[in-house]
């Protein structure tokens, strides 16, 4: 405890001698002191930073992730909008369409791109084919898809009923094809029906030289899209013993027989095939005469066959002339060789006989020729209508929808895939264009509802069914891969901003004033009452489509859009959407343009619907909207006050435009050459303007008939029509005036002028129209319309006829100072509206 005492004592009195020595040592821990706490203040002060800098960070990135994800969540529904089916009934699913009527269509010549083809209208099919060896210059050349290098001379169906009659002729150098199909339906035929056709090969007899004029070689096949194995006949083609040639079952028509008869020596080859395409058939077949001709020096196939076939293809050969019956019979069970026997020899030439006659009688009493025109024009007359029917095919398949440029959705492709569709269609040209176009479709229609309306429906009708959510209609439908290998890559994507004419709205127009004014059957008004009943909500989503993507900016006025405002090859970009391709537009596209012609589809749209709304209800606000709309679209005074230029008496579009454009040539260095190149030059600043450039464009007041009869400006369009220096010419009036800055120029340096002059029928069909409308209706200026109209119908009918007669085709468009086919040639689609000409058939209502 002492101790204890001490220590403590001794430590006093050191603290309090030693204080004054120790003061800088106290300060020094002092500071020190302060040091560390000043240096933990920071770390925390840094630690504290770090982590309000990291839950910025973090929730910049959340933010980001989140706006990220957000704009990828509105460009996937964006995508997945644009391939959702429009969510109401479809339209083929009416009772009207099923039953008898889906059994008679379902086999039919719908494979419009090859010379001859069946298949039935089910995505995959059964289907047949022709193929023959022509000979042009001492060399045999494989014809099977349409194609203008064949250099066929005439081909077309000269009649064809759309359901289960047809005839066409071939004429190939110095050898002519007939090929006649023929439909029937009878006791133990499986569905769809039995089928036959006749091959009948001429050749011109002082062109025999040698044994490649004299010889026929026909190539006729079979393949299942299904890849059901086809089975050879087991009397190995004896066809002098059977007529066998191929049997087979599938789940919508059971089991099946193919079989061959004739009466002249045939000598009958085959080759079997397994693959799953059949759009390269052509290839597979010269390839295995070329091995033949290489190994055995003989043409002929090779009598082989792969395990489990889906293609069969029997050679047909024999000295020409020759002629061969080939029948297809459904539903084996009973009756089959009596079935065989009515579809060929005596028994098919007298059904084809009875089905020429019927088909001339229908056409006799749908369009009534006789007492109107000669003999030629109804040749001709009954080649359009043959053709167009001929020409309806049946798709299957996915469209490929461009993805936009800005697009972050992930994809290693620039396009999404339409829902996989069916359509059946009418086709522009079998060779050129060999697939369905929607603005084509309703100038289609407008001929095929005089011969059979219920076709007429289903087509409309296949054709809305393609409207996805948001109502848009893809322009160009490529579906399959035959269809698909037909078209240049570049045309394959479809954009989903851009639309095409609503022209399905003239055949429905025509067909509502049809059922209001009793020109229809009381069956034939309950089903296209039904049907209209249907697609009401579909041509609403329609109008609402165009009305919300392709409006202006001002109330009541249009564009099309998708024209390419910063191209610099292009002399004035191309509005393909509108259907008139290189038709001038404003020199620099913009959102303050106003296309005259769309503003008058949108009429036609709205006056349709207002009319269509007015069958089933009458005092709808439904009814007085799309009233108030055409009111509003057909306002002459708002309508001139827009588009109408007095100094001319035309209508005319309004955009940014200057007509000091021009193309260029400009020397270009690339791999070191040096190249030249057509450049897009301005010469002066564009201003908003009307756009001077009178042509069919200017003329759409005028075919939607807004103009009154007593109008001024009605005598001013006559003007414009009937004036030789501007639209008028001897063969039909010209796309384009001759007094256009842009007349007959080319667009580009690949590019010729298209709607810059030449005559196209549907243009001149609906201004004939017009014409016959105001020479029936009282006014100062109806004896005026009355003699153009006459002579402008002439001038038309005389032209295509005498093109038809000297060429064997019509054309996708005449020369506007010769008046020769140019373009497509057997260009059957809105060209044979001649036959509404021809029989003064022309829109009502």
């Known amino acids: 405890m002492a101790g204890g005492g001490r220590r403590n004592a001794r430590s006093r009195i050191k603290s309090s001698t030693d204080a004054d020595e120790d003061e800088p040592l106290r300060n ?108 042009k210059d001492g060399r045999y050349y494989m014809r099977h898809v349409c194609q203008d290098s064949d250099e066929l001379s005439k081909y077309g169906w000269t009649q064809h009923n759309g359901r289960d009659f047809g005839h066409q002729v071939l004429v190939d150098q110095d050898m002519t094809l007939a090929t006649s199909f023929v439909k029937t339906k009878g006791e133990g035929s499986g569905y769809g029906g039995d089928w036959a056709v006749r091959l009948g090969v001429q050749n011109e007899e002082s062109h025999w030289n040698n044994q490649m004029q004299s010889s026929g070689y026909l190539f006729f096949y079979l393949a299942d899209e299904d890849g059901n194995a086809l089975s050879l006949s087991k009397d190995k083609l004896d066809i002098s013993g059977s007529s066998l040639l191929a049997f087979g079952s599938r789940l919508d028509i059971g089991d099946w027989q193919l079989h061959l008869k004739a009466k002249d020596d045939l000598e009958v080859h085959y080759s079997g095939f397994r693959t799953p395409h059949i759009h390269n058939l052509s290839d597979l077949v010269q390839e295995e005469l070329a091995v033949q001709a290489r190994m055995f020096n003989r043409l002929q196939l090779s009598d082989t066959s792969d395990d489990s076939s889906n293609i069969l293809i029997f050679q047909i050969s024999a000295t020409i002339p020759l002629e061969a019956d080939i029948a297809f019979v459904s539903g084996t069970g009973s009756r089959v060789e009596e079935r065989v026997s009515s579809l060929t020899g005596t028994s098919l030439t007298n059904l084809l006989k009875e089905k020429r006659g019927e088909f001339d009688s229908k056409f006799e009493k749908c369009f009534n020729l006789a007492d109107k025109l000669d003999s030629e024009s109804v040749i001709v007359g009954k080649a359009a209508i043959g053709n167009m029917l001929g020409g309806i095919g049946y798709f299957y398949g996915q469209s490929k929808i461009s993805l936009p440029k800005s697009s972050k959705v992930k994809s290693h492709e620039n396009f999404v895939s339409y829902w996989p569709t069916e359509l059946y269609t009418a086709v522009p040209s079998r060779p050129f264009f060999p697939r369905g176009f929607l603005w084509d479709e309703g100038f289609h229609q407008l001929l095929i509802r005089h011969w059979d309306v219920h076709i007429c429906l289903d087509i409309i009708g296949h054709w809305l069914d393609l409207m996805n959510v948001d109502g848009w209609i893809p322009r160009e439908q490529i579906l399959g891969a035959e269809a698909l290998s037909k078209v240049p890559e570049e045309f394959v994507l479809q954009y989903p901003t851009n639309g095409n004419p609503p022209t399905l709205f003239l055949v429905l127009r025509e067909l509502v004033y049809g059922v209001k004014k009793n020109k229809f059957t009381a069956t034939e008004s309950n089903e296209i009452s039904s049907f209209l009943e249907r697609a009401l909500v579909r041509l609403e989503a329609w109008f609402q489509w165009f009305n919300t993507t392709q409006s202006g900016k001002e109330m009541g006025t249009y564009y099309w859009h998708g024209r390419d405002n910063s191209t610099t090859r292009e002399l004035n970009p191309k509005s393909l959407s509108s259907g008139l391709d290189d038709y001038p537009r404003a020199s620099h596209p913009s959102e303050e343009e106003r296309h005259l012609d769309l503003r008058c589809w949108m009429l036609l749209a709205a006056d349709s619907l207002h ?185 038309l009918i005389g032209n295509v006829v005498h093109n038809y007669h000297q060429t064997g085709f019509l054309w996708e468009q005449y020369d506007q100072t010769k008046g020769k086919g140019k373009g497509a040639r057997l260009f059957t689609g809105w060209t044979s509206l001649v036959l509404l000409i021809m029989a003064e058939a022309y829109a009502e209502g």
């Not at 040091?35 to 973090?58: A, H, K, P, T, W």
């Not at 995959?124 to 000979?135: E, F, I």
């Not at 002028?753 to 001149?764: D, L, T």
């Open 28 to 135: 020094t821990r002092i500071n020190s002191k302060n040091r560390r706490d000043s240096s933990s203040s920071l770390r925390i002060f840094n630690v504290r930073l770090e982590i309000v800098l990291g839950f910025c960070i973090l929730s910049f990135l959340v933010i980001f992730f989140l706006i990220y994800g957000l704009v990828n969540t509105v460009e996937e529904t964006q995508r997945s909008r644009v391939v959702t089916p429009f969510p109401a009934p479809k339209l083929i699913d009416l009772p009207m369409f099923q039953g008898d009527h889906k059994e008679s269509l379902y086999w039919g010549t719908y494979r419009p791109h090859v010379y001859f083809g069946v298949r039935a209208r089910t995505p995959r099919s059964l289907v047949a084919g022709l193929m023959w060896l022509g000979v």
């Open 611 to 795: 009319s269509i709304t007015e069958l089933f209800e009458s005092g709808s606000e439904r009814k007085k909207r799309y009233g108030s709309t055409a009111k509003l679209l057909s306002d002459f005074e708002i309508l001139n006050q827009v588009h109408f230029d007095p100094a001319y008496g035309a209508y005319f579009d309004f955009g940014n435009h200057t007509e000091k454009v021009r193309l260029s040539w400009k020397e270009k260095v690339g791999n070191n050459y040096p190249t030249r190149e057509l450049i897009r030059e301005v010469l002066e600043r564009p201003e908003l303007r009307l756009v001077p450039h009178i042509g069919y464009v200017s003329l759409f007041p005028f075919m939607e008939k807004i103009i009154p009869p007593e109008s001024w400006i009605l005598d001013k369009q006559l003007d414009l029509i009937s004036n030789r220096s501007i639209l008028w010419t001897d063969y039909g009036l010209r796309s384009l005036a001759k007094t256009s800055t842009l007349y007959m120029k080319r667009n580009t340096e690949h590019d010729p002028p298209y709607w810059r002059g030449p005559i196209w029928m549907n243009m001149n069909y609906r201004i004939l129209s017009a014409l016959h409308h105001y020479s029936q209706v009282n006014g100062p200026y109806k004896h005026r319309a009355k003699v153009i109209y006459s002579e402008l119908r002439s001038n």
